[in-house]
Nanobody
Framework: VQLQASGGGLVQAGGSLTLSCAAS??????????MGWFRQAPGKERELVAA???????YYEDSVKVRFTFSRDNAKNTVYLQMNSLKPEDTAVYYC??????????????????WGQGTLVTVSS
């Protein structure tokens, strides 16, 4: 399984960005995987932002609730993270991750089998 994240960039506070994560693999299907978006700011540990189960259940960390939306397109094997009302504290490298788990929202880094390369989001004040 390969994950390709994209969509990061520089944005002013209050702005928006949409991250994409395209998954590929010989037999990969989003129906059989839990997906997650994590982020890691300089000097900090990688933290969960949002996660989605294979069945579509979604979890958001409190800091991004209402502002961020996690969605997926099963036909394209792609997940998205729509980020609105961005704040400087959202600045980080964002990673997508996949776990071969059905019907479960996976909230820990250890729970994921596959990781994308990361995309940098910088929010200026």
């Amino acid at each position: 399984v390969q994950l390709q994240a994209s969509g990061g960039g520089l944005v002013q506070a209050g702005g928006s960005l949409t991250l994409s994560c395209a998954a590929s693999g010989r037999t990969f299907s989003l129906n059989g995987y839990a997906m997650g978006w994590f982020r890691q700011a300089p000097g900090k540990e990688r933290e969960l932002v949002a996660a989605i189960s294979s069945g579509g259940g979604i979890y958001y960390e409190d800091s991004v609730k209402v502002r961020f939306t996690f969605s997926r397109d099963n036909a394209k094997n792609t997940v998205y993270l729509q980020m609105n009302s961005l704040k400087p504290e959202d600045t980080a490298v964002y990673y997508c991750a996949a776990a071969q788990r059905i019907g479960v929202i996976v909230r820990t880094t250890q729970g994921y089998n596959y990781w994308g390369q990361g995309t940098l989001v910088t929010v200026s004040s």
